[in-house]
């Protein structure tokens, strides 16, 4: 007889492994194809981004109205990804993540000054009190007010690092090109706070070596150039691109040192780092902005601290967006063939795809060895809910082969016939299996 606490955690085993047994089935994934929807305003196909084009046929997005999009469960899961890096890499830097009201009070747009310098991208609205807001394009306001909401914060609680995940909304002159330029969109926002121009530097570094780790993760080369600080204001300001045609920024960069400027940011040709006299100029997306403040909205809206020496000082700020939704799009129109899409690794929505044979041939037992496939991978940490079967077998392999690929699943397993011979790779997958713990992606590719 087991001791019952042993007992109860044999049972437990059993009862976890047992919601493991869930099964994600292309058959019942809602991902409607090729479907133009009714009110689609688009009418010229050539005016569409490849990442739009492809988005839309293959059941990823949808639109709702011009510049607002359906995140259809394809799109939802890699956003889940790319959510789960950025949360990953603001933990490693003391960020703490929080939620604030899209519904900002438009006194506070005032007081900044921005509810004019912005103009007509705010989108602004009044309650049934006549009381003004703006349907947040950004949240320096919002957080600042919140901060200031806070009597007596002692200079031994900073640096502060606050941090979101939510929808903005812009009313753009041109939304276009998908979830590239939307008039809603979703966008990780960072505030920092410090108490000296010195420490709030410090934060800055901090910060871009947080966009290095999550950008290398994500895997698409990408510039870090010098921008202008616009309406957001402050001192120093960086942006990060994708470099592609559809790119709507030009970016100046030098081949000689690798210096890279946005071009409206550029007063010479000359390059400024190292004096080359030739920048080249190409179209970026803008995927992340990157603000070092100062104090343009701690002393407006009166977001203070309590020095050592307990007199009071305006705090020094930054701000760091991510255009989350963006660079998913980003991603697929730099990577994708015209027919294709292709998904960086990290952020497909399933990474392996499992292709059993067409329904009708002899082959019941090979048709469960997906099945078995599919539990194994999925006990492995790097898969887990990671996978997808694509069970519609009344289609021949061939057809469901094409449409993944299309779809884009980075891994797919095609099983044929010969599935139940033994054979030395099905040995070595077997042998790599029973090693669990110290299987990743990058091993199994050459095995699957
Ligand atoms: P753009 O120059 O493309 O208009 P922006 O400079 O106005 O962008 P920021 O205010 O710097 O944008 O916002 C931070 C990030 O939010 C941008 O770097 C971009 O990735 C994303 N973003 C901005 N506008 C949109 C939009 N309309 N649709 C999707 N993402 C956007
Ligand atoms: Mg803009
Ligand atoms: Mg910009
Ligand atoms: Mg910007």
Redesign the pocket.
């Known amino acids: 007889m087991l001791p019952a606490r042993h007992r109860s955690m044999v049972l437990m085993k059993k009862i976890t492994r047992g919601t493991h047994r869930k099964v994600n089935y292309v058959s019942k994934l809602f991902q409607p194809q090729n479907v133009v929807p009714k009110d689609n305003k688009v009418k010229n196909e050539d005016c569409l981004s490849k990442s739009q084009k492809l988005m839309l046929d293959l059941g990823v997005i949808r639109q709702a109205s011009a510049g607002a999009f359906h995140m259809l469960p394809l799109s939802e899961r890699s956003l889940q990804k790319l959510i789960s890096i950025v949360d990953d890499e603001m933990s490693k830097i003391d960020a703490q993540k929080l939620m604030l009201p899209l519904l900002t009070p438009g006194e506070l747009w005032k007081t900044t000054g921005r509810w004019e310098d912005v103009g007509e991208e705010l989108f602004t609205l009044k309650d049934r009190h006549d009381k003004e807001f703006v349907l947040s394009p950004t949240h320096e306001e919002a957080v600042t007010d919140l901060i200031a909401s806070v009597p007596q914060l002692s200079y031994r609680q900073f640096p502060l690092r606050l941090y979101q995940v939510s929808n903005k909304f812009r009313d753009e002159m041109r939304p276009r090109f998908g979830l590239l330029r939307g008039k809603e969109f979703i966008m990780k926002d960072l505030y920092t706070f410090d108490v000296s121009q010195e420490a709030a530097s410090e934060t800055y570094k901090a910060v871009s070596e947080a966009y290095e780790n999550i950008f290398r993760r994500i895997g698409i080369r990408y510039l870090r150039v010098s921008?202008a600080a616009?309406i957001m204001g402050g001192s120093i300001s960086h942006?990060y691109h994708f470099l592609a045609t559809t790119g709507e920024t030009q970016l100046l960069t030098c081949e000689s040192c690798g210096y890279g400027t946005s071009a409206e940011n550029s007063v010479t040709h000359d390059c400024p780092a190292c004096g080359h006299s030739f920048l080249q100029c190409r179209p970026g997306i803008?995927v992340g902005?990157t603000f070092l403040l100062g104090t343009k909205y701690s002393l407006p809206l009166k977001a203070k601290f309590t020095t050592a020496t307990g007199k009071s000082d305006f705090l020094q700020m930054g701000s760091y967006?991510l255009g989350m939704t963006r660079i998913l799009a980003a991603s697929v129109e730099v990577l994708s063939l015209p027919d294709q899409i292709r998904w960086p690794i990290a952020l497909a929505p399933y990474t392996v795809c499992i292709i059993p044979p067409k329904e009708g041939s002899k082959e019941s037992a090979v048709a469960h060895l997906a099945e078995e496939l599919y539990h194994k991978l999925n006990s492995v940490d790097c898969f887990r809910d990671d996978l997808i079967i694509d069970n519609r077998c009344n289609m021949t392999i061939g057809k469901r082969l094409f449409e993944a690929q299309k779809v884009g699943y980075p891994l797919i397993v095609v099983i044929g016939r010969k599935a139940l011979q033994p054979t030395p790779e099905l040995e070595v997958y077997h042998t790599l299996m029973d090693k669990e713990t110290s299987i990743n992606k990058t091993d199994m590719i050459p095995y699957l």
Do not use: S, V
Request: proline fraction near 0%; glycine fraction near 34%.
């Open positions: 921008a616009g942006e803008e902005h967006g």
